[in-house]
């Protein structure tokens, strides 16, 4: 019998398939560089930012204590005045301008609490104070603004509350008075009440 035999010979034309390889290369290659460039700069962003964030922290550190140290001579050179007033008036006048001063130095111990903040390394002072100076010292402060508006401001503290309370004053009296400036700000008409009371 005849066998027939041949040889088949299939031809493929890969060069766009190398041409397409070779740029997934070069791609890959571009997109590393890329990368690596992007690694670098936010390397040093960061460390530019730790760099100014610790240079912000030590400047308030800095001017919160330049600006404290004569805060404190004010609020002693008043506490020795009151001393010599006699007169009921001029001694409420007084206590408003250690209110106000007393205000002033906590807002500053705040901003050097920023750094604390930032540092992990906040802490609460918690003193005995007494409940009815200290809350009825917020209508002092704000007495002048809330009669220019026409505003009245109601101290309402319950029978149950304890004479004395056990707090970080500088940070609560920080918060209270937050909360009244905004009151007094965005109230046109009426009153503003302060309510004090105690659960459990």
Not at 18 to 24: N, T, V, Y
């Amino acid at each position: 019998h005849d066998r027939t035999k041949g040889v088949i010979f299939t031809v493929m034309d890969i060069t766009g398939r190398r041409l397409a390889e070779e740029a997934l290369l070069k791609h890959r290659d571009h997109l590393e560089d890329l990368i690596n460039v992007r690694t670098e700069e936010l390397s040093k962003a960061k460390k530019e930012a730790d760099e100014a964030n610790k240079a912000k922290s030590e400047y308030l550190a800095n001017m919160s204590h330049e600006i404290r140290t004569p805060m404190n001579a004010v609020l002693g050179y008043a506490e020795l005045f009151g001393f010599m007033l006699e007169d009921k008036t001029q001694r409420d006048y007084l206590e408003s301008i250690k209110s106000s001063g007393r205000s002033l130095l906590t807002l500053i111990n705040d901003i050097l609490d920023l750094s604390k903040i930032e540092a992990g390394k906040l802490e609460l002072q918690f003193e005995f104070v007494n409940s009815q100076s200290f809350f009825s010292e917020f209508e002092r402060i704000f007495s002048l603004r809330l009669s220019e508006k026409g505003l009245k401001f109601i101290l309402d503290i319950s029978s149950g509350t304890p004479a004395g309370i056990y707090i970080d004053d500088a940070r609560l009296r920080q918060i209270i008075l937050n909360l009244i400036g905004n009151a007094t700000k965005f109230t046109e008409k009426g009153s503003i009440r302060l309510k004090v009371y105690t659960e459990n």
